[in-house]
């Protein structure tokens, strides 16, 4: 299949004043400073630039295929939507297409560096590729042409999603994450749990 139409299945911080945005040689590999990074990133990144009305639209053509096949519409996560749009902008801007990064990180992995207080449970991610030129529904063909990307619009277990489409080297790129939230957390998890925090979960309820 031809680059134009590749299809893949498979927080409240602040950043810092200082921080600058440079993702040649990929996000940094501690937590902490892995979000830093990403804020920054989200906020000035070079060379990329998010397609909110296209998010919109395979959003809105997500949730009308999963209506017609007896689901529920999903709702959207920041930390989805965070994880999504940062590993596009990496794709973009190391020229690589992957589900993983060349660090071996995730898209759960990702996630879980930046999801602080909703506790992840059924996880799914869909990617596609297509020409600069496309349109939604031309990318959401390319995402659901895949079997398993299909499969994951319509999980029941899902009842949130991030989507991220991202213009550069005159591609789209479009990363789509599901999650099912089993539950909360009483306030933002640290990076690192001693013995001797405590914290509240809250569980979703019954689906």
Known sequence: MSISAL????????????QECDLSDGLALQPAAFQS??????????????????QTEL??????????????GLKSLQSLNEAARIH????????????????????LDRVRMLERTHLIGA????????????????????????PVNAAN??????????????????????????SGVEGRVDSPSPDYVSSKVNSEVRLAQAR
């Not at 990074?37 to 296209?54: H, I, K, N, Y």
């Not at 596009?88 to 690589?96: F, G, K, L, P, S």
């Not at 619009?153 to 599901?178: C, P, T, W």
């Open 59 to 72: 959003s809105r053509l997500t949730d009308a295929m999963r209506t017609s096949q007896g689901a529920d």
């Open 123 to 146: 996880f799914g991610a869909n990617m596609a590729v297509i020409s600069d030129f496309g349109t939604a529904a031309e990318a959401f063909n390319a995402l659901k042409s895949d």
């Open 37 to 54: 990074e990403t804020v920054a990133c989200l906020q000035s990144a070079q060379g990329v630039e998010a397609d909110p009305f296209m």
């Open 153 to 178: 619009m319509a999980r029941s277990e899902f009842d949130h999603m991030g989507i991220a489409a991202v213009r550069a080297n005159g591609k789209i790129y479009i990363v789509q994450l599901f």
């Open 88 to 107: 596009a902008y990496d794709m973009a801007t190391r020229d690589y297409i992957a589900h993983s990064d060349p660090e071996g990180r995730g898209h």
């Open 7 to 18: 299809a893949l299945a498979a927080l409240g911080l602040a950043a810092n004043a200082d």
